[in-house]
């Protein structure tokens, strides 16, 4: 069974910055698409990106283009969301995903696996 587990989140001041992490038990992060999502209360879970399967180039949501980073290690079985410049709006759950397709889908109901999620919160 695959099990994906978050942390790192945390409270910061806008302009700040915070990595989370998301490690896989049993398998490698190689297998899969790695994404990573959020939800903000009261708000639809949202795409925030992913690194696919077969590449280590990473897509992002327009929201987080040039602030945030995706990077994953598959001999640690980890991925990683570098988080930078920080905004209020970016407080939110965050959530990592894993799927077993190649390319590049932004749509949660398309991942196979979650995490329990991670908190961020970002204070102005």
């Known amino acids: 069974q695959v099990q994906l587990v978050e942390s790192g989140g945390g409270l910061v001041q806008a302009g700040g910055s915070l990595r989370l992490s998301c490690t896989t038990s049993g398998v490698t992060t190689g297998w899969f698409a790695m994404g990573w999502f959020r939800q903000a209360p009261g708000k639809e879970r949202e795409f925030v990106g992913l690194v696919p399967r077969s590449t280590n180039n990473p897509y992002y949501a327009d929201s987080v283009k040039g602030r945030f980073t995706l990077s994953r290690d598959n001999t640690e079985k980890t991925a990683y969301l570098q988080m930078n410049s920080l905004k209020p709006e970016d407080t939110a759950l965050y959530y990592c995903?894993?799927?077993?397709?190649?390319?590049?889908?932004?749509?949660?109901?398309?991942?196979?696996?979650w995490g329990q999620g991670t908190q961020v919160t970002v204070s102005s």
């Open positions: 995903a894993a799927a077993f397709w190649d390319g590049i889908k932004t749509a949660d109901h398309e991942y196979d696996f």
